[in-house]
T-cell receptor, first 113, second 115 residues
Framework: KAGVTQTPRYLIKTRGQQVTLSCSPISGHRSVSWYQQTPGQGLQFLFEYFSETQRNKGNFPGRFSGRQFSNSRSEMNVSTLELGDSALYLC????????????FGSGTQLSVL | GNSVTQMEGPVTLSEEAFLTINCTYT??????LFWYVQYPGEGLQLLLKATKADDKGSNKGFEATYRKETTSFHLEKGSVQVSDSAVYFC??????????????FGTGTRLQVFP
């Protein structure tokens, strides 16, 4: 069974640009969550989607948005990039039958110059 | 609000030494507690979990007991190996009755094991 796949693996952008990150969950998983990981702040919850609906949201500005498609794949978008958005963005999926057990992808390393 | 506090690292040990990584939490209700591990260049992997007070989670020689009276979930291993070198994260889930899989993570503790 394939794991959680995140693309791209690395991304370099400049301030003011926007970026879209993609996540394909484990087959059959309908819940997808996104986390931002930085050395200073650690792992911060961004948002969670279930069956195309946002189920929970963290304390990030509106520049951070996400969505989930009918096949459970998810994207997150960051507009008007700032230097502080440089981070590893991790996606995780979970199964309805085994709640709270998250399977993480390897992440997208975003660098904002 | 809910939070998790972990001991700062790095923790540096020789192979076969005993490991303890402290974790305490603040939470309302009855959260589930987790330890996740992150190897270099990879995402997080669930190491073990406990869902109620006095539960002991265990996996690959690692153990942690859910202590409600001390609000702790310390990670232990009797004999570490070089391959255990990684960053370890303690986490709690807001869980039921809230309909969410959101986890709140500690800051992580880097473990370095030398031969």
């Amino acid at each position: 069974k394939a794991g959680v796949t995140q693309t791209p693996r690395y991304l370099i952008k400049t301030r003011g640009q926007q970026v879209t990150l993609s996540c394909s969950p484990i087959s059959g998983h309908r819940s997808v969550s996104w986390y931002q990981q930085t050395p200073g702040q650690g792992l911060q919850f961004l948002f969670e989607y279930f069956s195309e609906t946002q189920r929970n949201k963290g304390n990030f500005p509106g520049r951070f948005s996400g969505r989930q498609f009918s096949n459970s794949r998810s994207e997150m978008n960051v507009s008007t990039l700032e230097l502080g958005d440089s981070a590893l963005y991790l996606c995780a999926s979970s199964s309805d039958r085994v709640r709270e057990k998250l399977f993480f992808g390897s992440g997208t390393q975003l660098s904002v110059l | 609000g809910n939070s998790v506090t972990q001991m700062e690292g790095p923790v540096t040990l020789s192979e076969e030494a005993f490991l303890t990584i402290n974790c305490t939490y603040t939470a309302t209700g009855y959260p589930s507690l987790f330890w996740y591990v992150q190897y270099p260049g990879e995402g997080l992997q669930l190491l073990l979990k406990a869902t109620k007070a006095d539960d002991k989670g265990s996996n690959k020689g690692f153990e942690a007991t859910y202590r409600k009276e001390t609000t702790s979930f310390h990670l232990e291993k009797g004999s570490v190996q070089v391959s255990d070198s990684a960053v370890y994260f303690c986490a709690l889930s807001e869980g039921p009755p809230r309909n969410t899989d959101k986890l709140i993570f500690g800051t992580g503790t880097r473990l370095q094991v030398f031969p």
